[in-house]
């Protein structure tokens, strides 16, 4: 079992660009949650998607968007991305459409930095 | 905001048993106290999670009062890659799902 997996690990982007960053959850998972973790903080909650559909959303403008696939996959995409969006992004997955208090997986995040 | 308040960091030697405690005053009827591990530029790694009195896995101890307002987690005979931060999360249920909120965490410093 591959675990969760992001692409890419690591992405240099400039100021007023977009980004788009992809998440395979654990097999079986069928929920997908983002989070957003600057230098030397806990990571922020961006959104969660089940059923293809963003079901929650944490305090991040519109300029944060996302989907969900068939498979469970989802993307994280970025507009206008401003020098304070560098960070590690983080995908997290869960079974049973988060509905049950179980344990999330991490992935091992991508390091974005916004020049 | 995170619902939860932790040290923001300790020191220990290799050996040594570490408990760190987290206050979370404002816990729920039905939230469950969930403890993360996360090492530098990874994401953070499921350690225990519990609802009440004591739960021990492989790695750590999680023991909650009966009134559930702070919980202590306990690692026995630390080693220097123990170091990390530790995050302390409770449940967050909107609609039915939970989603995690994290605070700053714990930096634990293991010294030889």
């Known amino acids: 079992d591959a675990g969760v997996t992001q692409s890419p690990t690591h992405l240099i982007k400039t100021r007023g660009q977009q980004v788009t960053l992809r998440c395979s959850p654990k097999?079986?998972?069928?929920?997908v949650s983002w989070y957003q973790q600057a230098l030397g903080q806990g990571p922020q909650f961006i959104f969660q998607?089940?059923?293809?559909?963003?079901?929650q959303r944490g305090n991040f403008p519109d300029r944060f968007s996302g989907h969900q696939f068939p498979n469970y996959s989802s993307e994280l995409n970025v507009n206008a991305l401003l020098l304070g969006d560098s960070a590690l992004y983080l995908c997290a997955s869960s079974p049973d459409g988060g509905f049950v208090n179980t344990e999330a997986f991490f992935g091992q995040g991508t390091r974005l930095t916004v020049v | 905001l995170a619902k939860t308040t932790q040290p923001i960091s300790m020191d220990s030697y290799e050996g040594q048993e570490v408990n760190i405690t987290c206050s979370h005053n404002?816990?729920?009827?039905?939230?469950?106290i969930t403890w993360y591990q996360q090492f530098p530029s990874q994401g953070p790694r499921f350690i225990i999670q519990g609802y009440k009195t004591k739960v021990t896995n492989e790695v750590a101890s999680l023991f909650i009062p009966a009134d559930r307002k702070s919980s202590t987690l306990s690692l026995p005979r630390v080693s220097l890659s123990d170091t990390a931060v530790y995050y302390c999360l409770v449940g967050d249920k909107v609609d039915s799902s939970y989603k995690l909120i994290f605070g700053s965490g714990t930096r634990l410093l293991v010294r030889p």
């Open positions: 097999s079986g998972h069928d929920t």
């Open positions: 998607y089940y059923e293809e559909e963003e079901r």
């Open positions: 404002n816990i729920a009827t039905n939230d469950y």
